[in-house]
Structure formats: structure tokens, C-alpha cells
């Protein structure tokens, strides 16, 4: 570690610690804090020449208290006029982020796209947004110290990301992510190598889920599980000695498997609750194949699929990428994925949603429930759920409680563009409260049409569809 003086214009950035393991590109995020110079304009004079975003530290021949000098325009503030009409421009940034309508990109610290794309989706969800602000500063001693590092670096990123307009560095958060999971700090010739989104995606929700938990077991379940998990029911079948158990797990993600025969995401949703494991036969006394089929038996707010595109190809020693295309809708309806318990939970709100959409349509509602039809509402996903096809959150409208339907509407879209796991570049698209589409590619932010979201469904090289989460549609009954 160095430190080092930094002259810009008249100002002087005393102090500055370089972290020679780190390629500069770190640094100058570090300056893009302090001076709003944007790395690639920054022009800082070294031995040699000017500092080049992949250089070696140890060929530059720095030394501890050296002064750099630093050279750059940084991005253009529009000063307020005296009189007149007040443009949006010249709002704090804090008002120009609320009136927006969305937050600010993230800044690539090198090869950092995966995390950026993950932190976007997951900083969608207001839930998520809401357990974190209440978590407290101070650690509980049911919490290790990375763990409750990495949630208030958390906490304190969307927090930054809400209030800024122009691109936040999220060096903070990075280095606590390295601490907490070393396997993101990996490097290769002395850049930080690409990252699966998928594994950063699920390390942060099983991160949040340990510190996110209720004081007390007897108290409400994790927040992050009632948001995401979701709970499988198996059956296993051994057909050399007909053997049969079941079993229980919670996931925080179903899997789109991906094979010659899919073409639709609920294909690949059925594939991917269906397949074969080796174990241990009581009956046989040695390890037989046992056929796996599992239903989901309680339902999440946040629905998150991933397609399974990613496979470990031995020839090139090194994941390859299905490219194939498979489509995916804006409405998922999992009701057919569901168990028996769950499907007759479901029915009740399904019905009292059908009506209501035949309602708009000028239809007759069913006799079931035509009585008491005027008083049912559609919801968002708003507090937690049990899963279990009924809010645990007291979420009530006029003493209704809020249920499930097993219909969920698309929120956003993580997409790899690339041929390889270990290269490419990740993007996320998420939609708005206002319902309007944003892509997030890094630092750069731009609005999208919706018609164009599904279109990330693959068969090429351009962006395909990696990660997709849905928000459940409840209605009050």
C-alpha cells in the first residue's frame, strides 16, 4: 500500500492510498469520488508517460509521499440562474435523482459488470430497500462481522444510488464483497477476472438472509426468505428397487434447464423440477439412480428464474454458453408447477381475479363470487409473505388480506452478452414504479421500450436473458 499526494487544478488530494494489488482503474474511481473527473479523462502524469488503466505498480517506480499531478475537465454542474424559472438542472442532486424517476448507473471498476447488474435488479425490489434502512449500524452478535459489513455496505449503496444522478463508484461495497467472498477478488494478470452474476446474485441473498433475520425464531420469518425463497416438494423414485421418499428444501431461484426441446421458459421451468440423482439404496445396499420430481409448495413475492446456460465444455477446459433461444413472457402463471395443497389455496384468488378481469371486459362474474366481486382488489407485492397463498404482513385494504394468485409480472432482466461464463459483459434491465424500462449498462443508464424486453430471449450473440425475477399479483379478498 502507498500513499500518495494528488495536485488537481489548485486543488491537492493529500493522502491517497494506492492499493498496488489493485489495477489503477481503481484509483482513478477513487479520484472520480473526489473530483467528478471521470476516469477516462483523467491524464495523470507517472514515469513514462501518462498512467494507463492496466499498468503494473511495480514497474512505476512510486514512492511513498510522491505528488502526481492530475489533469482532467470534470463533468459540467449547470449553475442556477439569478432569476427565472428553476430547471430541473439546477435542483440539488438529490432532487434531480427523485425527479428522474431513476437511479444512477454503477461505475465498472474493471470487470465488475456482474456485480453492478446483480446490485440493480436486487436494488429494485422496495421491500428489500425497506428491511435494509431499518437494520441497525451496530452488529448483533447473532451476525459474523463480514456479513453484517457486506448489508450496511449495502444499505448504504442503494442509499447513494437513490440520491445521485450522475454514476456512483461503488468501491466501498467491492471491497467488502472481496472480504466477504475471496472468490470475486480473483485476478489474472493483474486484473480482477469476470464473474458469474448468478453467484454473486445468490452470495448476496444468503448474505442478506443471515443478517436480515427477526431477534427472535418465534417471530415472522426472514425478511429475504419471504421475499425470494421458496420452498420444493420431491419425490423420489428408485426403479431398480421401487423405492420411494420425499423430502423438503427452500431455494431462493427456480432453474430454466435448457435443451433441444425447449423453447419456452415454463418448458424449461418443468425441465428443471425433473431429473435424475445417485444415492445410497437401503433396499439394494449400494448407490442407484433415483428419480427426482419436485412441485413448488409455497410461493415468493419475488419470483427469480435462472436459465441454465452456463456448461463446463472439457475440450476448451472452460464454461461455454448455450446460445439457443428460449422466450420468456412479461405474465408467468406457475399454477401448473404447483402442489395439490398449494393449487387449492390458489383457486379461491385465481377465481376472484378471473371475475375481475371479466368485469372490465363487460362480462358476468362467476356466482361464486359475484356478491361480494365489488370489493376485491388487485395489488402489488407490498411487506412479505408466507408463501403459503396469504400475506403474514397484516397488508390489508378495507380488512382483506392479500393472496397469491400464482400469476407474476416480469420486473426485471439480467442479460450476458459473450460466449463464456469467464468473459462477456453483463447488463440488467429493470422496470420502474412509473412502468417505464431502464437499462443499467454500468455507469450508462437509458430508457427502453417494454415491447423490446422480451426480445432478450437469445439466439445469437447479442444480450440474452441470464436472470429474470417476477413480482407476484395478489388480490384482497
Request: proline share 4%; charged share 25%.
Amino acid at each position: 500500500m502507498l500513499t500518495v499526494s494528488v495536485k488537481w487544478q489548485k486543488k491537492v488530494f493529500e493522502s491517497m492510498e494506492i492499493d498496488t494489488s489493485q489495477p489503477p482503474y481503481v484509483f482513478k474511481a477513487q479520484l472520480y469520488d473526489l473530483s467528478g473527473v471521470p476516469p477516462e479523462r483523467q491524464k495523470i502524469m507517472v514515469k513514462g508517460g501518462l498512467l494507463k488503466d492496466d499498468a503494473d505498480w511495480s514497474k512505476l517506480g512510486l514512492k511513498n509521499g510522491q505528488k502526481l499531478m492530475m489533469m482532467g475537465t470534470a463533468d459540467e454542474i449547470v449553475k442556477a440562474p439569478e432569476k427565472g424559472p428553476v430547471f430541473m438542472e439546477d435542483l440539488p442532486e438529490e432532487e434531480q435523482a427523485a425527479n428522474l424517476g431513476y437511479s444512477a448507473g454503477l461505475v465498472n471498476l474493471g470487470n465488475t459488470c456482474y456485480m453492478n447488474s446483480t446490485m440493480q435488479c436486487l436494488k429494485s425490489v422496495p421491500e428489500l430497500k425497506s428491511e435494509l434502512s431499518n437494520y441497525q449500524s451496530a452488529r448483533t452478535k447473532d451476525v459474523d462481522q463480514t456479513s453484517h459489513m457486506l448489508t450496511v455496505a449495502t444499505r448504504e449503496l442503494f442509499r447513494e444510488l437513490d440520491k445521485s444522478v450522475k454514476a456512483v463508484a461503488p468501491m466501498p461495497f467491492w471491497m467488502v464483497l472481496q472480504k466477504k467472498y475471496p472468490q470475486f477478488a480473483q485476478l489474472h494478470n493483474g486484473n480482477h477476472m469476470q464473474q458469474d452474476a448468478e453467484e454473486c446474485w445468490t452470495q448476496m441473498l444468503y448474505t442478506l438472509s443471515q443478517s436480515l433475520k427477526p431477534p427472535s425464531p418465534s417471530e415472522d420469518p426472514d425478511a429475504v426468505r419471504a421475499l425470494f425463497g421458496l420452498n420444493l416438494r420431491s419425490r423420489l423414485h428408485c426403479q431398480e428397487s421401487s423405492e420411494e421418499s420425499s423430502e423438503t428444501e427452500s431455494v431462493f431461484s427456480l432453474k430454466c434447464h435448457i435443451s433441444h426441446e425447449v423453447n419456452h421458459l415454463h418448458e424449461g421451468l418443468k425441465h428443471g423440477l425433473k431429473g435424475e440423482l445417485e444415492k445410497t439404496s437401503p433396499a439394494l445396499g449400494r448407490t442407484a439412480v433415483y428419480i427426482k420430481e419436485s412441485l413448488i409448495d409455497s410461493l415468493p413475492r419475488y419470483l427469480t428464474v435462472q436459465f441454465v446456460r452456463f456448461f463446463w465444455k472439457r475440450e476448451s477446459n472452460q464454461k461455454a454458453k448455450i446460445l439457443r433461444k428460449v422466450d420468456y413472457p412479461l405474465e408467468l402463471d406457475i399454477y401448473d408447477l404447483c402442489s395439490e395443497d398449494l393449487r387449492k389455496k390458489l383457486e379461491a384468488p385465481r377465481q376472484k381475479l378471473r371475475d375481475i378481469e371479466g368485469q372490465k371486459l363487460g362480462l358476468q362474474a362467476s356466482a361464486k363470487s359475484s356478491s361480494n366481486g365489488d370489493d376485491v382488489k388487485m395489488t402489488d407485492a407490498e411487506g412479505s409473505s408466507n408463501g403459503s397463498g396469504e400475506s403474514s404482513s397484516g397488508d390489508q385494504q378495507g380488512g382483506a388480506a392479500s393472496h397469491m394468485t400464482g400469476i407474476y409480472d416480469l420486473v426485471s432482466v439480467l442479460t450476458h452478452k459473450g460466449r463464456s461464463a469467464d468473459s462477456g459483459h453483463y447488463v440488467s434491465w429493470v422496470k420502474q414504479e412509473s412502468g417505464k424500462w431502464v437499462q443499467y449498462d454500468d455507469a450508462n443508464t437509458s430508457l427502453q421500450r417494454e415491447e423490446d424486453i422480451t426480445k432478450l430471449s437469445g439466439g445469437g450473440d447479442w444480450h440474452m436473458a441470464y436472470i429474470v425475477m417476477y413480482k407476484a399479483r395478489l388480490i384482497s379478498m
